[in-house]
């Protein structure tokens, strides 16, 4: 399945909404300390009701760290400046879906990083800054199920 990567989250809610989606699409959510908020947060708990222990999470104290357990093949970068459209990426099985903080989006040095393959936005209108952070990665997420044909899912009609 796919991995959801949070570079240095800082709201609590968003990455408890990425707990729920991770718990419910099957895939891997990978965080990058330092993060804005404790796993006790009641605000990250309240988010991802009761799929904590449904969905699997790992904190890496470095990107190189989290590269270290990755090892990934493709990497995107989501980011406003993205060259290619999410929707013209050819998504794979462990390919990592790489986000920034909420405040600023992800540094030009990680954007820049070797490990991406490629730079990704997600269309809005020009007069407005950014998605929140959880319906990033859900839009990127199920994009990508999306092209393999929801796989593992229990459609229902």
Do not use: C
């Not at 988010?47 to 990755?70: E, I, K, P």
């Amino acid at each position: 399945m796919f991995r959801i990567l949070f570079y240095t989250p800082e709201i609590p809610g968003n990455t408890g909404n990425a707990i729920r989606l991770a718990a419910v699409t099957g895939a891997e959510l990978h965080l990058v300390e330092p993060l804005g908020f404790t796993f006790e947060d009641a605000k990250l708990r309240r988010a991802g009701l009761d799929y904590h222990d449904l969905a699997v999470v790992h904190v890496h104290q470095t990107l190189a760290d989290a590269w270290q357990v990755l090892q990934p093949e493709n990497v995107y970068a989501f980011t406003s400046e993205g060259e290619h459209s999410y929707t013209d990426i050819s998504y794979a099985p462990g390919d990592v879906l790489m986000f920034g903080p909420e405040s600023v989006g992800l540094p030009e040095d990680v954007k820049q990083d070797a490990h991406v393959t490629a730079r990704v936005r997600l269309p809005m209108l020009p007069s407005l800054r950014s998605l929140n952070l959880a319906n990033s990665a859900s839009i990127a997420v199920y994009e990508a199920w999306r092209q393999h044909g929801f796989a593992g899912a229990q459609l229902r009609g």
